[in-house]
């Protein structure tokens, strides 16, 4: 397994839950120093991202992009995949393919989180679910041809009423068409909703596709209650290889929040 930590580029979303904020160029060289192995680049638009610059930063700094989120598309335009108006849902699916489109150049997978949505406002929970199975069959698909997964995470109760917990997102991913969608499962959303973090992977088996590694109260790994060896184990009983990305809050500040989070990766997963 692999670390990886958050950079946001997104102003408007200052004050959440990822570690670095001022820059990618900063936030490479900083991650690079502690030894962690990529990035993860929370975007405004595919458009504000330079791809060939980006591919030249990281591999200045050995480093990769781990994923790239489309979060910016309800943060700053209140778009996603489950919304009444047909016209807003379809400028939501295409934020989120071009999202894709610039991610599998930098060989990363999309990631769909607070943009799935939620029903309400006229929209019942079968309508929403039929949406967003339409949304992920093609996105999925697309991203396929591009030669990455699709990940999907399910969020807390709070944050949307769709799907909150792996094993329900597992069977709703089996109806779909495409095979191309797998689960980004946060420790975070994990800790509100699964009866047992540790099983909850293991029943993911298989579509497990990325890992926010973030302790009980969304600060760095040790600054929680989680019982984070169990949940090591389950990983590598279920084979998981990829990355456990940083998707904290930076608190008391980034350096130190990153510091933590970088010691308690190799603790924990290299044994050092």
């Known amino acids: 397994m692999k670390s990886a930590i958050t950079v946001s580029l997104v102003e408007q ?9 001022d820059g990618l160029e900063a936030a490479a060289a900083e991650a690079a120093r502690l030894g962690f192995d ?15 610059g980006i591919n030249a930063l990281v591999k200045q700094h050995g480093l990769s992009v781990a994923a790239v989120g489309t ?3 309800w943060v700053i335009h ?17 934020f989120i393919h071009d999202i894709i489109d610039v991610a599998a150049k930098l060989g990363a997978p999309a990631i769909i989180g607070s943009m799935q949505g939620r ?7 079968e309508q929403a679910l039929a949406w967003l199975a339409e949304a992920l069959n093609e996105l999925g698909e697309h991203a396929a041809s591009l030669g990455q997964p699709l990940l999907y995470e399910p969020l807390n109760r709070y944050e949307t009423n769709l799907f909150n917990r792996v094993g329900d997102t597992v069977a709703f991913l089996k109806t779909l068409n495409t095979q191309n969608v797998k689960i980004l499962a946060d420790l975070f959303h ?23 590694f973030v ?13 984070f060896s169990p949940i090591v184990a389950a990983l590598r009983d279920i084979g998981y290889t990829g990355y456990l990305s940083a998707e904290a809050v930076p608190l008391p500040d980034s350096a130190t929040c990153a510091l933590q989070q970088i010691k308690s990766f190799n603790q924990l997963v290299k044994g050092a």
């Open 13 to 21: 979303a200052r004050g959440g839950p990822f570690v670095y904020w």
């Open 38 to 52: 990529a990035i993860e680049i929370f975007p405004p638009s595919a458009a504000a991202l330079n791809t060939d």
């Open 71 to 73: 979060g910016g598309g």
């Open 78 to 94: 209140k778009l996603h995949l489950c919304l009444l108006d047909g016209a807003a849902r379809l400028r939501a699916k295409d």
């Open 119 to 125: 029903w309400c406002d006229g929209v019942s929970r």
């Open 190 to 212: 994990m800790n509100i909703e699964e009866a047992n973090v540790a099983d909850a992977l293991r029943a993911g088996q298989g579509f497990i596709g990325h890992v926010h």
């Open 215 to 227: 302790d009980s109260n969304r600060r760095a790994v040790g600054l929680g209650h989680t019982a």
